[in-house]
């Protein structure tokens, strides 16, 4: 994200997270406010990804989402191992740095997995 007022944001949530402060209404109202600023930079791919996010944090009161693997997956089954049964802090704060620059390749393409775990949940 260029807007360094979203950077800002997202830098809050990972201050608070690194206090295990995971306080859920805080951070949903902070990641609809980062979307505000991407929707702004024009790139549906964080747009969306934040949407997902904050909707899945809504829905599950917690991120179970887990890192996207560095091998692209070969069959849909294989995607439901992605999942976590508890809240994956280390997975929201790779999604949470990965938002943070956004010029790394490898960063959108993540992005796009994310989504598509968020999708498939």
């Not at 991120?63 to 294989?78: A, Q, R, T, V």
Request: charged share 35%; hydrophobic share 35%.
């Amino acid at each position: 994200m260029e807007n360094k007022y979203a950077q800002k944001l997202i830098e809050k949530i990972q201050k608070e997270i690194l206090q295990d402060k995971f306080e859920l209404a805080s951070i949903i109202t902070d990641l609809k406010k980062i979307r505000e600023y991407s929707l702004e930079e024009q790139n549906p791919v964080v747009t969306k990804s934040l949407r997902l996010a904050y909707e899945h944090l809504e829905n599950n009161n917690a991120f179970l989402i887990g890192i996207p693997d560095d091998e692209p997956l070969e069959s849909e089954s294989e995607s439901t191992k992605n999942v976590s049964e508890e809240n994956d802090i280390e997975s929201f704060e790779y999604f949470l740095s990965i938002l943070f620059d956004l010029t790394k390749k490898n960063n959108l393409l993540d992005l796009k997995e994310y989504n598509k775990a968020f999708l498939a949940f």
